[in-house]
């Protein structure tokens, strides 16, 4: 809520009279859905046997799904059984390099439609010291349905050096 309150004092100190209520209302929505996105991902860090942290980082996707890995072919999950067991192969990979908590370094949404959108962000991975010992970045797509709300209906990872910012 911090943010969403320093965002707003941005745009007003900037020149700009009010940030229109639509898109305080879609920054808003956005910075929710990440921060529950990255919260599945942090309770099976800290619990392997919770697999059912790794069902809610699943919920945020839309299916068919489809990644573009940084090093590897684009590849599209059909279901969520089948992101849930490839992500948690990547986590416990994760896990056994030493990261223990993911924390958002930046977040930037860019509303295309009203039912679609641009994600960009850098993702810190911080031992247990909370050292941050790795770094990287990656672009959704979003997509917004009726009924399930904002779901990520691709996702491409990429090197950290070629992070991009939206406007």
Same mark, same amino acid.
């Given at each position: +809520? =911090?943010?969403?309150?320093?965002?707003?004092?941005?745009?007003?100190?900037?020149?700009?009279?009010?940030?229109?209520?639509?898109?305080?209302?879609?920054?808003?929505?956005?910075?929710?859905?990440?921060?529950?996105?990255?919260? &599945?991902?942090?309770?099976?860090?800290?619990?392997?046997?919770?697999?059912?942290?790794?069902?809610?980082?699943? *919920?945020?996707?839309? +299916? /068919?799904? +489809?990644?573009? /890995?940084? =090093?590897? =072919? /684009?590849?599209? $999950?059909?279901?969520?059984?089948?992101?849930?067991? *490839?992500?948690?192969?990547?986590?416990?990979?994760?896990?056994?390099?030493?990261?223990?908590?993911?924390?958002?370094? =930046?977040?930037?949404?860019? /509303?295309?439609?009203?039912?679609?959108?641009?994600?960009?962000?850098?993702?810190?991975?911080?031992?247990?010291?909370?050292?941050?010992?790795?770094?990287? *970045?990656? +672009?959704?797509? $979003?997509?917004? *349905?009726?009924?399930? &709300?904002?779901?990520?209906? $691709?996702?491409?990872?990429?090197?950290?050096?070629?992070?991009?910012? $939206?406007?």
């Amino acid at each position: +809520m =911090k943010l969403i309150t320093g965002i707003l004092l941005m745009f007003s100190l900037a020149g700009q009279a009010t940030v229109p209520l639509e898109q305080a209302n879609f920054n808003k929505e956005a910075l929710e859905f990440f921060r529950d996105y990255i919260i &599945g991902y942090n309770e099976y860090l800290q619990n392997k046997d919770d697999k059912e942290a790794m069902n809610k980082v699943a *919920s945020h996707f839309y +299916m /068919p799904f +489809m990644i573009v /890995p940084q =090093k590897n =072919k /684009p590849t599209i $999950l059909a279901s969520r059984v089948e992101l849930s067991n *490839s992500f948690t192969q990547f986590i416990d990979g994760q896990r056994s390099q030493g990261v223990r908590k993911l924390v958002w370094e =930046k977040i930037n949404v860019k /509303p295309l439609t009203r039912n679609k959108a641009l994600a960009i962000n850098i993702v810190n991975a911080l031992n247990a010291e909370g050292k941050v010992i790795a770094r990287r *970045s990656a +672009m959704y797509v $979003l997509y917004k *349905s009726a009924d399930q &709300g904002w779901e990520i209906a $691709l996702l491409n990872t990429h090197d950290v050096n070629n992070h991009i910012n $939206l406007q």
